[in-house]
């Protein structure tokens, strides 16, 4: 499904070199999660695949399903299947959260050559949607992300992923400023999405969400790089021990 | 004091191009008085400071410059609102195209048909808001307008009125010059919305006065469209009485020239005036926003509210006053202009003022001059959004402000709707 080699990013604003050579392979239908310490490049990574600006990539390449995404604008890997799930989600005053939806959605299928879904049709699939992810109507009507708490701002993220089935969804610390309850619903939310068609690779600092998203592979992060791969017991590890144990013995 | 002999040798030359109108004894005396004004204040000239960022010699030489005729190509807006329509080509009422001027509550009537009564109740009022407008800021052009216009309604609303009144502008000849000069008064509790749209001539000159009296609504709202080539100076005069409501908001999409001034005076309590404006513009549009609100009264709200998104070098201006006279105590004033500057060639030029001599007030203003928000346009294209219609969404988040200050959800949606269209149709 996605498919990172030897991944070099510099900033474009400073000189400084963020990713020093991922290697990482995400198969059909897998959940892959990267753990980390702060500053490892793990945001980064999801930033640079998405086609955010500010990133300059020196060297390597990233597919999606054989096709490279790196010379691709953001809407068009979105149309190719992308999804990252932001850290921190945007709030847009005046964009109504169904109107943004809509057209969201009907942008990736237009330019995948399909026909656009009915006004009526988007109601019901987005209505259907919402109420898994116990999403108010009011949430629905409100602007985008505008007097969303933390927590619902995330499940919106997650309603635009249930919406939209990307075949490749990036989940950028979902987890942060999430209490249990929330983390919960968050995480049924995604597993909800989990199909033999279907990748994540999920970012995150703690064990805890991948007690609720269990992971097919687990790697650690640090300094640009993979530094480890395992299975889901490395989390455990990590959990245990911290990071330091394993950059000791990389190092 | 006297004016500048360039200015005085202009404004001469200028009006000894013109004569005016033939009317009644009452209406030519008011027109007298008005070309007395110009003469007394001078046509503008670039010199002006209240023209500083907008020149306006194209208003006022005698030679219109030439404007292609525009086929907009979609239905006109409004067509869909429920309105008594009353149509004008190149500034001359077409009475065939226009509907049956007789509507409950009120009495409409042409200017061309009032100038011929022996005496008539707008002799009060014509040319009485502009004549008042001209302190302590000129407005030339307005007091013009009353001396030449020839065309215009003259409406009279005694109660609540079922449906707008539509002012309806064609534009059919490349090199017309039309004035038209609007009266309208408002008795005590009565309701009145009045619509304009439509290309009007290759130059206009607008007029419009409001008398709203006590418990009184007005409400306004206006389109100024593609059609480019257009140059137009367009003023709207008010006087609110107490406990009664004046509102404004038009939206403007190109235009080379287009000067709207609005010119409030708060005279009772309680009173509440909202002008707001929305535009975009493109390449070699001018649009200048002047607005100057008087409180002389207690415990009236005012608020200005004007957003310009521009590109391609265009240029938006926006001067706005709020002067708040001693007793005019508890005012609560509030402006704000803002542009949204797409590219680094489009500029913004605002001068906001305050003037206030109570002590007991509370007024803000603001303005700024941004960017698009560049997180904002990664997060929809990040959900698949191309970059043109992300960049319109943002467009119309911004002016959402500006449209949220119509006041009927109908006509809001009406601008939502014909603003969206123009985005797209712009991105082709």
Redesign the interface.
Known sequence: MLEIKNLHVDLEEEEKTILKGVDLTVEAGKVHAIMGPNGSGKSTLSYVL????GYEVTEGSASLEGEDILDM???E???AGLF?A?QY??E????GNM???R???N??RK?RGQEEMSAADFLKLVREKAATLKMSNDMLKR?VNVGFSGGEKKRNEIL?MAV?EPKMCILDETDSGLDVDAMKLVSEGVNALRDAGRSFLVITHYQRLLDHIKPDVVHIMADGKIIKTGGPELALEVEKNGYSDLLEEVA | MALPQAKQDATEARLSTVSLPQGAAWLTQLREAAIARVREMGLPTARDEYWKFTRPDTLVQAEVPEAALFDEGEAPIFDGVDRLKVVFVDGVFDAEASDDLSLEGLSIERLSDVAQADIHWAKDLYGSMEARGQDPVHRPLAALNTALAEDGVVIHVTGKVSKPVNLIYHHKSTRSDALLHHVVKLDAGADLTVLENGPAAARFNNVMEVDVADGAAFNHVRTQGRDHERRAATHVFARVGEESAFKTFTLTANGVLTRNECVVEMVGDNGVAHIAGACVGDGDFHHDDTVFVTHDAQNCESRQVFKKVLRNGAKGIFQGKILVKPDAQKTDGYQISQSLLLDGDSEFNAKPELEIYADDVACSHGSTSGAI????L??????????A??TD??T??????AVEEIEDEALRDEINARLEGWLERRRG
């Open positions: 998405s086609g955010r600006d604008e953001p809407e890997r979105a149309a990252l932001f989600p945007v847009i005053p005046g964009v109107t943004f939806m057209t969201a959605l942008s990736q330019a602007p635009q939209l | 928000d560049e997180d904002a990664y997060y929809l294209r990040a959900r698949g959004v191309p970059k219609i992300a969404m943002l119309l988040s911004f002016l959402a402000e």
